[in-house]
T-cell receptor, first 112, second 112 residues
Framework: AQTVTQSQPEMSVQEAETVTLSCTYD???????LFWYKQPPSRQMILVIR??????QNATENRFSVNFQKAAKSFSLKISDSQLGDTAMYFC?????????FGTGTRLQVFP | DTAVSQTPKYLVTQMGNDKSIKCEQN?????MYWYKQDSKKFLKIMFS???????INETVPNRFSPKSPDKAHLNLHINSLELGDSAVYFC???????????FGPGTRLTVT
């Protein structure tokens, strides 16, 4: 069975600092996609970044970047220059056909 | 323009009632989904429809019945509501094979 594990239930970071959220997954598939979604207090699920498993290059979206280690089945999210608006739940997710499988989430609090 | 919309955003009802949640997407996608987020924030897929055809049904009680009148709409009807049905229900859409899913704002269902 495919699973996604986020081992950090809560994290905190000071504004302007860098924080890394961890995610590991388990699959026997070779082709798949990985995502990080952000869920602020508004409840909306916002796609932050995506990574195709066949690409070795780590994805980057402005202040957000990932460290994708396919052999280790690890997919961490780095947030640089943290902002107050980054305060949210962050979900790591895996998909290889249609079904998104989510981790349990990491609650990130950014302090001024 | 809202890409994926859900109505209502909040729903409070009593045990035993029947209720519906509506979802519409204007992205031209051919696949739509229902996810349930429980009180611990865990997100899990319930159903998936492609071009009005059910393709994923994840061991959901048969009190839950999705209906897709066309590929832009996917409604969720729940019969005989129970306390354990209290959750946030998210609708999402994607183009089959494109992997990236776009989420609606969620419907918070509270059963008293």
């Amino acid at each position: 069975a495919q699973t996604v594990t986020q081992s950090q239930p809560e994290m905190s970071v000071q504004e302007a600092e860098t924080v890394t959220l961890s995610c590991t997954y388990d699959t026997s598939e070779n082709n798949y996609y990985l995502f990080w979604y952000k869920q602020p207090p508004s409840r909306q699920m916002i796609l932050v970044i995506r990574q195709e498993a066949y690409k070795q290059q780590n994805a980057t979206e402005n202040r957000f970047s990932v460290n994708f280690q396919k052999a280790a089945k690890s997919f961490s999210l780095k947030i640089s220059d943290s902002q107050l608006g980054d305060t949210a739940m962050y979900f790591c997710a895996f998909i290889n056909t249609d079904k998104l499988i989510f981790g349990t989430g990491t609650r990130l609090q950014v302090f001024p | 323009d809202t890409a994926v919309s859900q109505t209502p955003k909040y729903l409070v009802t009593q045990m035993g009632n029947d209720k519906s949640i509506k979802c519409e997407q204007n992205l031209g996608h051919d696949t739509m989904y229902w996810y349930k987020q429980d009180s611990k924030k865990f997100l899990k897929i319930m159903f998936s429809y492609n071009n009005k055809e059910l393709i994923i049904n994840e061991t959901v009680p048969n009190r839950f019945s999705p209906k897709s009148p066309d590929k832009a709409h996917l409604n969720l009807h729940i019969n005989s509501l129970e306390l354990g049905d209290s959750a946030v229900y998210f609708c999402a859409s994607s183009q089959l094979g494109a992997y990236e899913q776009y989420f609606g704002p969620g419907t918070r269902l509270t059963v008293t």
